[in-house]
């Protein structure tokens, strides 16, 4: 399976059916920018999403072992979630110019993790991305309204890992 494919169950979970711009004709238009995977119409309110698969509490292996990723925080060096980054990326994943553009009204992040997960790692998933996204939400000035939703998926949408 494709990013394609992960990201077409998304819109499905979220029942989005009338996409106005794919992520490939964003990018064309809007050169350099960071896009979405897609802006959508759902009855009137225009609505930009991001999907991100996110598969437990470590990285896919680089063939290097375990990778710790270090962030400073208050001057000091410190291990961070390994995923820490991604969630931040979906969630300011829309820019400013797509969203006047388009007059976008909510951006969604869409958080995929695998059914696989034993329920202990499932949870301190969910726990790690909510505390991210609640503390970049706070933290941060975005562009429109921003929401986040964290879906179980079929294992199948997780392969390439």
Partial sequence: MSNFDSEERAFEILGLKNRIISENELIKKF????VPEALFDDNGTIVSVEVKRIIGNTLPHSGKGRRRIKRYINGKERIIWPWTSSVETALSKLHSNIANEFCVNIHV????IPEYL???VKYRTIRHIENISNTFLADTTTSTKVKYFIFNCEDKYFDRF
Avoid: D
């Fill in 31 to 34: 050169n350099g920018l960071k």
């Fill in 109 to 112: 992040a869409v958080f995929l």
């Fill in 118 to 120: 034993s329920n202990t």
